[in-house]
């Protein structure tokens, strides 16, 4: 079996592994890219709308665009990609195995390892959606991959399960395609998506967007007939007497997406509950030390640069492990969701890190207004933030001043999001 | 018309009609099995609990309780010479209160009487919770059977078709029987496209058999489907040895707790009589009484690990039990109402098969070169890092992994599509490979399989089905909808 020696091992091509490459790179250390797809650029290709970029590149991007600004880079670094091969295992001692048609198994001996192996959708079985299992069900994302890049139409008539940003993309999309798409449904009494993205995708093209329902039956036998969907309570029970049969060939579902960590859960690297993606410090290090997270692994954005950020992010704190100058931590704090917070990355803070500012991610549990997002240590409230809007399929980026500026003793936070009027109590 | 004349013709391949088909393929006979689907195993064997049972369950002295006793020590030989994986982990039905151990030693006593070996009651919690450590702590005690154990029936299903085919046995696919002639010296099979002569039809149609009995004028049963919903949970999600078993209600042995070949956990089935013989929708009703009835055994069931619910129909007879006899129609003969264990039952009720024909006076010689092993292709996902390099420098399609939950590579999907009785369909590159059964479950590989079964198969994408005519995927390329909208105006 061929041996390979690097630095860092960065497995996942998309923009938050390309991203994690090149700033490794531009540190100097000697970065391998691995990728189970015949090309860099990951989930980006199939997303050819616009709205990538605006943070970085001050640009309105395609997909495709954005992932080719990273793409030169890399070449223009001179990395290395090791294409068409996939990550079959990893070990915490970081030893990778990857398997393609050319070398066979490879054992590649890194440094330090950079996760970025992207997400994938949550199915209809998932979220246990009853009924007959005929052709015409498909997540999103894969009707997306079929018409944006195979030109292959999976139906005529949507009905589409879920207000997830890639289902009101794909209700558009279809749309131009000259796809009849009878409704958007969701179970929540707001959309899961961006609020662009209902008004683009959807108002602009009288899709309607029917809150606070559910399919509670598929039908047909060989392909979708339609689906019956029902309003749900507040326990997201159906409610008799609303049913209603909605004609279709075609459901497709955009219910959330799950970061993909079946390596990492193999190799030992604690996972965080509420985000499915590996538990973290402020440097992006998993519960292994020298292994590091990034990008929708980690946890699901709604802003890829967002996502490449936090790549370039995860690169140099990669390349500052191997260049033996991450300190190991003395302790540890934690952090941790309060009222109404969903969850919260990263969710250690390193002491080696308290007199440094702190990038937390977060999402609110339920949407709300003029809220303060308010940091508790020893039951004070060390630092708050207003924000106009705390919704759910937002999230929210706050800077946390360095911890030494506000204690002697530093100790566990809790952070929540509290109505402005209601702080502190 | 075909002008050969079959000795025998089966009607249905499911595990039943399979069992049967691999059996008769042993003797110098013409057999063939007609099927409507598009594959073998479209019917009830492919989504039951796959379970062997070690037997106490059945009433004593019915064919149930006859058949699984002689068909469960079949299995490891059958198994063995089919590659298909069986494993005896042995089988719990767990009391949770003290009336409980009363109903394990009825369960008990009828097992002596169907003369199941090794069973014992164990009352030791601190033994059980060792055993089976997921249990719940209510568990006052069980029954426990070793020689219970499991076994993917759609893997079985296949590999006895395929061995029965290379050995013979002709198959006939999309081919619904629609009528029976029954002529002076042989009988017509009639479907929609052809007709098959035969001298002699085991009519082993599952839910369907009362209808194919009809077409003979033998009106003497119905069968009644009875649907069971399953919740199949991801692989490890918790640690499970046994098939656990709650105490049995008066229609079913409850819904259970077990495990696949594969590892994952699934939970049901329940039991709910329903008319429609195609209806295999699950239900809210029926998945929350699962999850219900799972949480009794194990109380913290990780329901959000789910990747796929089904149903499959249990084809209930008016009595209950097996109908597998000749009939007043000479040359017809019924193996009707195989519910639960007919999976078990399977390998005998084919044993008894021959025995039958031979008592009507079928002359069965055995046919010399009869090759009882079916070699499967590799897999990549249960080899050894090492294995895997050779098998990859030999071909390297093994290199290029297609299903990333369940490590399918390309070469094992190209080998179910050119094997003998080849996949077809999306579904049967699933039953035969496994791609699109894992967590994602097709969301990163359908289109890809659909590409490979469009090459392998050299047929258009949008003729590529999931399980045959009118489930076909994809309705055309991109902008043909406007072209059609534009053309039609
Ligand atoms: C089906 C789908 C559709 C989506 N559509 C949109 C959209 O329309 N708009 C949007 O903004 N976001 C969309 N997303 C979200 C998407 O995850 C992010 O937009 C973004 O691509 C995340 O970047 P990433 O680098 O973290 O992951 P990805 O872009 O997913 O990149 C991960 C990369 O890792 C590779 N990889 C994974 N595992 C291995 C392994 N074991 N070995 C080798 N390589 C591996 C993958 O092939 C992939 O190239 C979609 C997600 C999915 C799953
Ligand atoms: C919920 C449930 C759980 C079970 N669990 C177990 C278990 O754990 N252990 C066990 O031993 N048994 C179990 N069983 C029972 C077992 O699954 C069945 O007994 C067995 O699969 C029956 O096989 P079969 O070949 O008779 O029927 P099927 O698999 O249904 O095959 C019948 C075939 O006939 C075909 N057919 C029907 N009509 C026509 C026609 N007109 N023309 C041509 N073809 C036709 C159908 O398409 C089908 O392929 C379970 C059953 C159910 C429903």
Redesign the interface.
Known sequence: ?KEIKVDIAVVGGGPAGLAAAIAAREQGADVLIIE?DFELGGILHQCIHNGFGLHIFKEELTGPEFAQRYINRVNELKIPAKL?T?V?SISPEKEI?A???????LRIKAGAIILAMGC??R????I?V???????I??A??AQ???NI???????RFVILGSGDIGMIMARRLTW???KVEAVVEIQPYPSGLIRNQVQCLKDYNIPLILEHTV???HG???VEGVTIAKVDEKWR?IPGTERFIEC?TLLLSVGLIPEN?LSKAAGIEIDPKTKGPIVTNFLETSIPGIFACGNVLQVHDLIDNVALEGTRAGEMAATYISRKLEVAESKISCLPGTNVGYVVPQFISSRAFSDKITFFMRAKKPQRNVYVEFIMNNQQIYRKFTKFALPSEMIKVNLPPLKDFAEKISDITINIIPKGEEGQ | MTEEIFDCCIIGAGVVGCAIARRLAQFQLKTAVIEKGPDVCCGTSKANSGIVHAGYAAQPGTLKAKFNAAGNPLFDQVCHELSVPFARIGTFVVAITDDGIKVLEKLYQRGQENKIPKLQIITDTQKIRQMEPSLTPNVTGVLYAPTGGIVSPYDLTIGLAENAYVNGVQFFFNSEVVGIDIKERYKVIQTRSKEIKTHFILNAAGVHADEISRMVGLDYFTITPRKGEYILLDKKCIELNHVLFPIPTPISKGIVVSITMEGHIFLGPNAETIEDKEDKSTTTEGLNEIIEGARKLVPDIPVNEAIVTYAGLRAVSDNNDFIIEPTKVEGFINVAGIQSPGLTASLAIAEYIVELLENLGVKLSVKPNFNPIREIPPRFATLSNEERHQLILRNPDYGHIICRCEYVTEAEIKAAIHRPLGATTLDGVKFRTRAQMGRCHGGFCTNRILEILSRELQVPIEQISKKGPKSELIVGKTKDLWRITVEGN
């Open positions: 079996m189970r068409d996939m079959i195995i398997v393609n048609k050319i070398d066979g198994l994938r959708e199915t209809r079985h998932n246990l009853p009924g007959s299992r005929p052709a015409g498909y997540p994302g894969l991959r079929l018409v195979e030109g292959f139409m999976p139906g005529k395609e000259g796809a509670i039956q598929v036998h060989q392909r159906p060939d079946e």
